[in-house]
């Protein structure tokens, strides 16, 4: 249990402030003039480390980081100083249902958006009515995806992630989806996953979620590194901070 | 993924696929009504050259036109998942590939009923749908990844492939052009793979095996080429979507 799982050291990351596409010209006469527009610094000088088995809360106000430093943690985006080095296999769970299509059926999309998280065709095959049985969608396998709520798509999608084979779960926000019932079926998943060793690094503005199930807190404040810590503690002087 | 983006076309129910057969119909009546007795004077089989020629075009225009816009048009799933990106081109170009297959086997159909010989050279098509996938998987990985970046290529390879419709020799014979405008035909990747196709479906005839080699592993090596020019820009695709 006290094997390092994710390590970042001194982790920097710095973006463009203007992060519009150029026209052809305009990218020939830039990089003729280097002119350089400015940066925008997203994480700056983040050491942490991460043990298998803890399941990490990431709080922070909107534009602090949390989603920057789970993509740098999951590879999406190189550091621009520093280093994050994790051990196992990742699972990124951002925004549900990213993938899936509109104009597929209920069907087709289960094996498709099982394909971007790489669960195996015969795999999916095999647990297509449990998904189905999940997700509370009997009858509504030919629908097309449009069709459905917003609430019903992210239970599909959850529905199907369950199944991910993977030593780290990094959700960005995903746990603000659908009804309070669903949210309580996620919930009670992430506690039985939890007790299978795995390592959930969780972005969240969700503070009762974050004191019931994280056992560590990460508090971001633009891009800087507040607390890392219990999350009573954690929680405590974030709040201090909120009423000030 | 490919099944995906296959079946998102109207082209996986049949009636579709008539539809999007409709418009090379109209564009090859048009050629042949026109250049008939032109550019096609002295060529066997012209209807069959036509047909064969604006197949093969017209797969790789669009292919690598829709290729282009996939990154940029599946914004979401290119920024919000961790496999690798040149998975959602390849998908792109693969998902179109059965279209190409049915498109050339009627090739060979209306080629059969308008008096062309069937050749045992016909056995080669799989090599020419692998070679036609090699060159447009290239190309497609290429634009794809500049598209990010530069937000007018889309317009300027528009431009572009009508260019390259003329400097193809699909309604004309290479011998019809001289001088700077037959060299530029020569170079024309396309060209070669036109010649190859009509050589086996149209006229039984083979390729020099050295030089048909030698064509296929440049093409090889420029995927290979496409592909760690994609990743090397990939990580940074982020910071323009």
């Known amino acids: ?244 | 993924m490919t099944t995906a983006q296959y079946k998102l076309r109207d082209q996986s129910t049949v009636l579709g696929y008539l539809w999007s057969f409709l418009n090379p119909i109209l564009m090859l009546s048009i050629l042949y009504i026109f250049f008939r007795n032109r550019t096609g004077e002295g060529i066997d089989y012209y209807a069959s050259y036509l047909l064969v020629g604006y197949v093969l075009y017209n797969h790789f225009a669009k292919t690598t036109s829709s290729a282009l816009r996939v990154l940029v048009d599946q914004k979401f799933l290119t920024s919000h998942t961790i496999f690798p990106k040149e998975i959602i081109v390849i998908s792109s170009v693969l998902s179109r590939s059965f279209e190409l297959f049915i498109s050339l086997g009627v090739s060979i159909l209306i080629g059969f009923f308008i008096g062309v010989p069937l050749y045992f050279s016909l056995l080669f098509t799989p090599v020419l749908i692998l070679l036609l996938l090699v060159f447009t998987m290239w190309v497609s990985l290429i634009l794809a990844i500049l598209n990010v970046f530069i937000r007018d290529i889309d317009y300027i390879y528009d431009v572009l492939l009508r260019v390259l419709f003329f400097i193809t020799p699909i309604f004309y014979a290479k011998a019809y052009v001289s001088g700077i405008a037959r060299l530029i035909v020569q170079l024309n990747p396309l060209t070669h793979i036109l010649d190859f196709g009509r050589g086996i479906i149209i006229y039984g005839v083979l390729p020099n095996g050295l030089l048909f080699s030698i064509f296929i592993c440049i093409n090889v090596f420029l995927l290979m080429i496409a592909l760690w020019f994609f990743r090397k820009l990939e990580p940074h695709i982020l910071e323009f979507l």
């Open chain 1, 1 to 244: 249990m006290d094997e390092a799982i994710i390590t970042t050291q001194n982790l920097w990351r710095e973006f463009p402030k203007e992060r519009n596409r150029s026209t052809l010209f305009q990218a020939i006469r830039k990089r003729r003039n280097d002119k350089d527009g400015g940066t925008i610094i997203a994480v700056q000088n983040l050491s942490v480390t991460i043990k298998k088995g803890e399941n990490i809360g990431l709080i922070g106000n909107n534009g602090s980081g949390k989603s920057t430093f789970i993509r740098l943690v999951a590879g999406l985006v190189p550091p621009t100083t520093g280093t994050v080095v994790s051990k196992g296999e990742i699972a990124l769970l951002s925004h549900l249902g990213v993938g899936m299509l509109d104009d597929l059926t209920v069907r087709d999309n289960v094996f498709l958006y099982g394909a971007i998280h790489r669960i195996p065709r015969s795999e999916i095959s095999q647990l297509y009515d449990e998904i189905i049985e999940w997700a509370e969608l009997e009858g509504f396998s030919k629908s097309l995806l449009k069709n459905l709520s917003w609430g019903m798509q992210a239970r599909l999608a959850f529905s199907v992630i369950r199944h991910i084979q993977a030593d780290i779960f990094l959700l960005d926000e995903a746990d603000t989806a659908g009804d309070v019932h669903f949210r309580e079926k996620m919930k009670a998943f992430f506690r039985k996953q939890s007790n299978l060793e795995r390592t959930f690094l969780i972005a969240t503005h969700e503070m009762d979620f974050v004191n019931s199930f994280c056992t560590k807190v990460l508090w971001l404040h633009h891009g800087r590194q507040m607390a890392f810590g219990e999350p009573q503690e954690v929680l405590a002087q974030y709040k201090l901070q909120k009423e000030r």
